[in-house]
T-cell receptor, first 111, second 113 residues
């Protein structure tokens, strides 16, 4: 079974401060991990995926297989970063792959 | 590009009524999914279709049925709506393979009274 845990439901920081959104996973195989972002009442958008090792909007995330974590980081938060963030894991089932999402973290960046 | 289109955007149902949520994608994706989003619970998979002609149950399938009408369309039906089905429903599609991630629709906000 695959599981994703985001321990913080709410996270509040000030503009310009560093931010880290935590994500831990459990999966017996080799995981594929993603971060999705949802701005207020909009659709979910793919923010980044670990396999591409890209940085989007200043966010980065590193897969740590030893700690089974995929934390999302940004050195200087901006007000427009306020949103709901979901960590997701893609496992492989006999009928195909599917994403399992964490519970989400609501990030608020205060001026 | 339209991407993934869901209809309707909003719906209010009375307990016991039925309805179908429609989803269509124009990206030629093989796989399609239905999720529900509830506060504090993240997104939970209701049903998915790995390819045209196949459907499988997800984490919370009770009270729902699906139809993969063709490669483009994947509908979700509530036969007898219950207040516990009040939620935001998202449809998504993806390429075959784990690395691509999903493209989501804009969601349907459903209230059952």
């Amino acid at each position: 079974a695959q599981r994703v845990t985001q321990p913080e439901k709410l996270l509040s920081v000030f503009k310009g401060a560093p931010v880290e959104l935590k994500c831990n996973y459990s999966y017996s195989g080799s995981p594929e991990l993603f971060w999705y972002v949802q701005y207020s009442r909009q659709r979910l958008q793919l923010l980044l995926r670990h396999i591409s090792r890209e940085s989007i909007k200043g966010f980065t995330a590193d897969l740590n297989k030893g700690e089974t974590s995929f934390h999302l980081k940004k050195p200087f938060a901006q007000e427009e970063d306020s949103a709901m963030y979901y960590c997701a894991l893609s496992g492989w089932e006999t009928s195909g792959s599917r994403l399992t999402f964490g519970e989400g973290t609501q990030l608020t960046v205060n001026p | 590009n339209a991407g993934v289109t869901q209809t309707p955007k909003f719906q209010v149902l009375k307990t016991g009524q039925s309805m179908t949520l429609q989803c269509a994608q124009d990206m030629n994706h093989n796989s399609m999914y239905w999720y529900r989003q509830d506060p504090g619970m993240g997104l939970r998979l209701i049903y998915y279709s790995a390819s045209e002609g196949t459907t499988d149950k997800g984490e919370v399938p009770n009270g729902y049925n699906v139809s993969r009408l063709n490669k483009r369309e994947f509908s979700l039906r509530l036969e007898s709506a219950a207040p516990s089905q009040t939620s935001v429903y998202f449809c998504a599609s993806s390429e075959v393979g784990r690395s691509y991630g999903y493209t989501f629709g804009s969601g349907t906000r459903l209230t059952v009274v």
